[in-house]
């Protein structure tokens, strides 16, 4: 039984030329719409959207809000919470402290307002980095059984459950 043929062969090429240049077209970072028309009659536009990105838009860091909503929103945690809360603490300031001079408890640290008496373990470096911090946040945030009772806003605002 013959499985190539040259009509098959023709058509194998063919595919493999075209997901060549599909990958060196990423690779370069800009294609030709010659090249777009060829690619778009082996794909649905919907799958062909879904690989290719656009030239003209340059790739950028997400910005220190954009990067704590997906980390904290992949730890399944709810963002319109975590968002008030952290608000509510810093005002979203990775630099801000609050030294709590009435119950001798240390200083709140960073955009979460680590503590640095109920959490020694903390090191200041890592309170005023705010993706350290984030991930210390969730770390709590699963210590008090997925919740923001550890935190003064949590309970103001009614998210400690």
Known sequence: MKIINNKNLKLYKYIAYTLALTFIAIAVGHCSQKFYNVV?????????????????????????????????????????EASKVMDCESKGNPDAFYINYSNNAGV??????????????????????????????????????????????????????
């Open 40 to 80: 778009e009659t082996f794909f649905t536009k919907e799958a062909y959207a879904a690989v290719t990105w656009k030239a003209d838009t340059p790739w950028r860091e997400p910005t220190m809000k954009e990067w704590i909503k997906m980390t904290v929103e992949e730890a399944g945690i709810d963002w319109n």
């Open 108 to 161: 709140d640290r960073g955009i979460w307002q680590i503590s640095s008496h109920f959490h020694p373990d903390v090191s200041n470096e890592c309170a005023y980095n705010y993706k350290c911090a984030t991930f210390e946040m969730i770390k709590i945030h699963r210590e008090w059984g997925n919740n923001f009772c550890a935190w003064t806003c949590g309970k103001k605002l009614g998210f400690c459950k």
